[in-house]
């Protein structure tokens, strides 16, 4: 498999749940990046990882929660969420900062 | 802070026409830039990256060019197809770090058949 893989695809979860979404990368990136797309708004920036050592938190509320255990996987760990936070969230790679930014095809989260 | 607009939100044209979409930012100091097509409910797939450098960049029927002195890229599309419907964006990167790329609300793009 290539590229930017995210699972799940869709998420549902209630207020009170704990979920946690999934990226790997199989480009041989050294970051990785989770994203915010909401409607009608432009891409937020939430975390990046560079070499497994988180190099940016954009002020996102502690109710996500990011883990890298290695360059090819990051985490998005999510819990008692708001309604607010349905939105499209986006994973990406990229060998460096400068370098072009590769994206999976996002998990579509609902919270209810 | 760097601010990307582009113009025009929303464009619908017929099959075969030739267009042009708009990226301006404020911020000219960039490194490069890069246009996506995000299709509904989808990731961000990337077209063409532009480094600061260059004037034009070409990819098939896909022709990016960038003015950075005036803070100004457009994406040419030769021969538009009804496949090339999807939203259309584009992201300037500063140097200086992981967190330096902006991103537009992007162009959303109807080719009619």
């Known amino acids: 498999e290539t590229g930017v893989t995210q699972t799940p695809r869709h998420l549902v979860m209630g207020m009170t749940n704990k979920k946690s979404l999934k990226c790997e990368q199989h480009?041989?990136?050294?970051?990785m990046y989770w994203y915010k797309q909401s409607a009608k708004k432009p891409l937020e920036l939430m975390f990046v990882y560079s070499l497994e050592e988180r190099v940016e938190n954009n002020s996102v509320p502690s109710r996500f929660s990011p883990e890298c255990p290695n360059s090819s996987h990051l985490f998005l760990h999510l819990h008692t969420l708001q309604p607010e936070d349905s939105a499209l969230y986006l994973c990406?790679?990229?060998?460096?900062?400068?370098?072009?930014?590769?994206f999976g095809n996002g998990t579509r989260l609902t919270v209810t | 802070k760097q601010e990307v607009t582009q113009i025009p939100a929303a464009l619908s044209v017929p099959e075969g026409e030739n267009l042009v979409l708009n990226c301006s930012f404020t911020?000219?100091?960039?490194?490069?830039l890069q246009w996506f097509r995000q299709d509904p409910g989808k990731g961000l797939t990337s077209l063409l990256l532009i480094q600061s450098s260059q004037r034009e960049q070409t990819s098939g029927r896909l022709n990016a060019s960038l003015d950075k002195s005036s803070g100004r890229s457009t994406l040419y599309i030769a021969a538009s197809q009804p496949g090339d419907s999807a939203t259309y964006l584009c992201a300037p990167f500063l140097s200086g770090g992981y967190q330096k790329v902006t991103f537009g609300t992007g162009t959303k793009l109807q080719v009619i058949p």
């Open positions: 480009l041989g990136h050294n970051a």
């Open positions: 990406a790679s990229s060998q460096d900062g400068i370098s072009p930014l590769h």
């Open positions: 911020d000219s100091a960039i490194y490069n």
